[in-house]
């Protein structure tokens, strides 16, 4: 484009137009378009095909009423509030850990974020390894004498997901590590000499007057942990395949199944637009905080 | 410690030293250690139940490193483990993994920093709100849009294909790497821009002569977070490709997870720690870049 200066602003514009279009494609296209599909949809009885014939809020009930559905609510709930909490505290207490000007930082951040850069895959098989009754951790302990030691969460319904939550959070907390010790990096360290010429203990500190200051980098870490642990399914594919029985369903493993192998999109559909629904509880309230009101999700 | 003696004058100045084994950092380092263990352990794990036989890891300790190496487990993982009726091994897992990295990274790279450049330099009416759509739309669960971009694709005759699966990375990498990108060169002075332009040059002219010369770095990060984020995907492997082209993660999971047969654990963990072995190592090179790409993920989505 030999175009000067001078030779108008359709040009200029029609090259950055042109380049943009993958975005505007995305947007409107996919993300915008598929996610108004896949709401209308969910309001039809579609089976194997796509079909416009709205049966109004049956899906939903029929989702509402399913057992399978119901278990995988539940273990979602149980999984993300035991997730989110311990994800941040932990995450939170070793990045203070590895904020008191120690030694081989960069060796510790490399062992404790090294988990991330796995696939869900891999962590869940090297976990279902571990934790395997016969020859993991249990076995290994009923080896040494204790004869009655049982952990087996992979083949205990009542506490399945606690066995994939030592996963995600082997998985995960060095992630949060590293975002929440870049938000204690960020804090001025005026604040610090403050705090310790007014006598104030290093616990205290970090409670009273870090912890209110860190309340962005806390949020913004919570919707990102928040959204992932809805979008959860590889972990759960790898580790459990959503067993023992139907003990460790998640919601995207539902819609998974109705979509590609029970052929009845309309339930997969409506399932999914409960995601959705769950995300936007989460991303609302966030983005109102974020933008002060002035744009919504 | 102002008031120095003579005496002392001639002993050690400065600032008297913290002794190395105080309470405090027995206890600092000792949880770290600690942690880190716990850390290192599933890694520990794999590697050494990778190097045993099957009687070994049978009679024996999964934490215990083997009596006998042997690399069995990882020629017959990489070569010869089955999944359903093909026993051609993991290799192939591999090698669809590669063809299918490349071209999404290649691709989704060019598309994204051509975007944030034109979102920073070459604002037109409407890009902004564009953009927030696309930061937005990043939280969407996949499921969401999971079917419809099935009939998006093969409406388009690509379903089921590399190429479609390429589209599909393409498309959810563009939010985080667009961000990447646009918060890049929006650190780079406007007057070097503008300067480009009084000498006449357009948009691509400043992109390939400017830009691109002066984000070496970024793009650095942006290759490591695709690659790592490509290679590790599971789910749009199964939905949009068939299974003659299953990336790795889907083909180990198959492995590993299939009921027939007598479970072999060393070969199962030596397929697991192969699929680990490529992301493991762009962390273990790439250092801090790789921390600075998830940061760059974390400013804002």
């Keep these: 484009m030999a175009s000067t200066a001078r030779s108008g602003r359709l040009f200029r514009n029609l090259n950055a137009k042109i380049a943009a279009i993958p975005m505007v494609l995305t947007a409107l296209v996919v993300f915008v378009g598929g996610t108004i599909w896949t709401v209308v949809y969910s309001f039809t009885n579609s089976k194997l095909l796509p079909r416009l014939n709205f049966v109004g ?11 399978r559905w119901l278990t995988s609510i539940g273990n979602l709930v149980l999984y993300g509030v035991f997730a989110l909490i311990f994800t941040i505290a932990i995450g939170f207490l070793l990045a203070v850990l590895m904020d008191q000007k120690i030694r081989f930082e960069d060796t510790f951040r490399t062992i404790m974020l090294y988990p991330f850069a796995l696939s869900f895959i891999v962590t869940g098989l090297v976990w279902q390894w571990i934790l395997n009754p016969e020859f993991g951790i249990q076995g290994i302990v009923r080896d040494l004498g204790w004869e009655s030691f049982t952990f087996d969460p992979l083949y205990n319904p009542d506490i399945v997901m606690f066995g994939l939550l030592i996963a995600g959070l082997w998985q995960g907390t060095g992630f949060v590590m590293c975002l929440m010790l870049a938000g204690l990096r960020g804090i001025d360290e005026d604040i610090w000499k403050a705090a310790r010429v007014d006598g104030i203990p290093t616990w205290k500190t970090y409670l009273v007057v870090i912890v209110p200051m860190m309340r962005p980098v806390f ?3 919570l919707v990102i942990v928040a959204s992932g642990i809805i979008k959860l399914y590889d972990l759960v594919v790898a580790q459990t395949s959503g067993g023992p029985g139907m003990a460790s369903q998640v919601p995207a493993m539902y819609v998974y199944d109705y979509l590609f192998t029970a052929q009845n999109l309309g339930q997969g559909l409506a399932a999914s637009t409960m995601m959705l629904l769950s995300v936007l509880i989460v991303l609302i309230p966030w983005a109102y905080l974020e933008f002060g009101g002035k744009k919504h999700g | 410690m102002a008031d120095v003696s003579m005496a002392a004058m001639s002993g050690p100045r400065g600032a008297k030293p913290k002794k190395a084994l105080s309470g405090r950092n027995i206890m600092l380092y000792g949880t770290l250690i600690v942690v880190c263990l716990y850390y290192i352990l599933p890694l520990w794990v794999m590697v050494m139940t990778s190097l045993k036989g099957m009687p070994e890891v049978r009679m024996g300790n999964i934490f215990a490193p083997p009596v006998e190496i042997t690399f069995q487990p990882w020629v017959k993982a990489w070569s010869e483990a089955c999944t359903g009726l093909n026993c051609d091994g993991l290799s192939r897992g591999f090698w669809n993994s590669v063809i299918i990295t490349v071209p999404s990274v290649i691709v989704s790279i060019i598309i994204a920093s051509v975007n944030g450049y034109a979102l920073i330099n070459w604002k037109f009416k409407g ?18 849009m999971l079917y419809p971009i099935v009939i998006l694709l093969r409406e388009l005759g690509i379903y089921g294909t590399l190429w479609g699966l390429v589209m599909v990375h393409t498309i959810f990498g563009m939010p985080i790497l667009t961000l990447l990108f646009r918060n ?38 942006a290759m490591i977070l695709q690659v790592t984020g490509i290679w590790n995907d599971f789910l749009f492997g199964v939905v949009y490709t068939k299974p003659e082209l299953y990336p790795m993660t889907v083909q180990l999971n198959n492995i590993v997870n299939s009921v027939q047969g007598v479970k072999e654990y060393n070969v199962n963990m030596a397929a697991t720690m192969l699929t680990g072995l490529v992301p493991l190592i762009v962390y273990f090179v790439s250092g801090k870049l790789f921390v600075r790409g998830i940061a760059a993920g974390a400013v804002k989505g």
């Design chain 1, 57 to 67: 809020l049956d899906q939903y009930e029929r989702l509402w009423e399913s057992s």
């Design chain 1, 219 to 221: 949020i913004t870490t």
């Design chain 2, 184 to 221: 890049y060169f929006s650190s780079i002075p406007e007057e070097l821009f503008k300067a480009a332009r009084v000498d006449g040059a357009g948009f691509w002219g400043i992109y390939f002569r400017i830009m691109l010369p002066m984000s070496l770095p970024i793009f650095v990060v």
């Design chain 2, 127 to 144: 890009s902004d709100i564009f953009f927030t759509i696309l930061i937005f739309g990043s939280f969407i669960p996949y499921q969401v």
